[in-house]
């Protein structure tokens, strides 16, 4: 049809991935080589869609949520657990197991063997690959449901929503495009639904790589130079969930001292069994005055991104008066920093939850 990409923005294409090559070789090892390593598979993924026909690369793109949809009714199906171990599961063993029809089952999984999550085996069957091993891992599946059942309906709705208010950010006073869609807040709708906050709660789980890694901190390290005594608090985790990260620092550093707390929503721990083995677990609004005054760490994982700048303010205003009346207390925030320019789709994605 004429609007493939010139073999001349190919070849730049190809100039730009070898530049990001280049720069990935000469990044020392760490935060620079993971950063190489992103810009790279930018460049790369910049590559792949020149080599597409424009025309033809609209269908797929448009039934993108086709994937989510696949890997939620394979979820359904109680399917995963049988790949483990890179075991074949055949299509008849799935059909005879749920009962579906034939064709059916062939469609669904023809999105997974399509995107690279299942590979198509002779017999016919399917064998899980590299790409589709996360979904091994309860976390991630959880994730997945999370997305799918409460954020995508809103997701959807905001052509309309977002007309209807003419294209404006959300505030606090008008809330967020999934209040627009379901009259309240997600936060407040999973603590009158702790059966559906259970797939958010374990799909936090979900991202712990990179800067986002229990691990990227040092907190052994760091603390072991603060002197911590056992009856003090170490850290105070705010909205850190389920505690899985405090969990893993407590594990990293088990001659840590000192109390480890996280606060979060009544409705989030009603979710989960109870606290990992040396955490505590208090029920906090992070919008009201922090009541741990003398803590050494004050932390926040992947909290800020979800609000906007009045009411991110608003919840770090209130650990003011405890940071100036202790200023030796240490404010530690995790989240993505997003680039002005080349944002990836996981940074896009994150940025654009509703
Ligand atoms: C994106 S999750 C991050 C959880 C955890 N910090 C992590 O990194 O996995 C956001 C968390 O904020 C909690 N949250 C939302 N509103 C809150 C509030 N007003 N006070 C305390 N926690 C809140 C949610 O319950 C949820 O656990």
């Given at each position: 049809m004429g609007s493939f990409t010139t073999k001349d923005g190919i070849t730049a294409a190809v100039d730009a991935l070898n530049t990001a090559m280049r720069a990935l070789e000469e990044a020392p090892a760490g935060a620079d080589e993971a950063i190489a390593r992103r810009n790279l598979r930018l460049e790369a993924t910049k590559l792949a869609i020149s080599l597409g026909d424009p025309n033809e690369d609209v269908w797929p793109r448009i039934f993108q949520v086709n994937l989510s949809v696949a890997i939620e009714i394979v979820t359904n199906l109680g399917l995963w657990d049988a790949f483990a171990g890179g075991a074949t599961v055949t299509l008849m063993g799935v059909v005879e197991r749920s009962g579906a029809d034939e064709m059916m089952i062939i469609r669904i999984m023809q999105q997974l063997t399509a995107a690279g999550i299942l590979a198509d085996m002779p017999g016919p069957g399917y064998r899980v690959t590299s790409v589709g091993?996360?979904?091994?891992?309860?976390t991630h599946r959880a994730f997945n449901s999370f997305v799918l059942q409460e954020v995508i309906p809103s997701v959807c709705a905001m052509p309309r929503t977002l007309a209807e208010r003419g294209y404006k950010s959300p505030t606090s006073d008008s809330g967020t495009p999934f209040k627009w869609a379901n009259g309240e807040e997600l936060w407040t709708f999973l603590g009158s639904h702790p059966q559906r906050a259970q797939n958010m709660v374990m799909g936090m789980?979900?991202?712990?790589?990179?800067?986002?890694?229990?691990?990227?901190?040092p907190f052994g390290e760091e603390l072991a130079k603060l002197d911590i005594k056992a009856d003090e608090v170490a850290i105070v985790d705010i909205a850190?969930?389920?505690?899985h990260i405090m969990d893993e620092v407590h594990k990293l550093n088990p001659q840590l001292k000192g109390r480890i707390i996280v606060q979060d929503l009544p409705s989030t721990f009603e979710a989960v069994p109870g606290p990992p083995k040396g955490v505590e677990f208090m029920p906090y609004d992070m919008f009201t005055p922090q009541p741990v005054k003398d803590a050494h760490v004050y932390y926040y994982r992947h909290i800020l991104h979800d609000w906007n700048d009045t009411d991110a303010s608003r919840l770090l205003q209130q650990l003011v008066p405890v940071l100036r009346a202790q200023p030796w207390s240490k404010l530690l925030i995790v989240d993505m920093v997003l680039p002005?320019?080349?944002?990836?789709m996981l940074e896009a994605g994150d940025n654009a939850e509703p």
């Open positions: 091993r996360p979904y091994l891992d309860q789980k979900s991202l712990n790589t990179g800067s986002l890694a229990g691990d990227a901190y850190g969930g389920q505690g002005d320019v080349n944002v990836g």
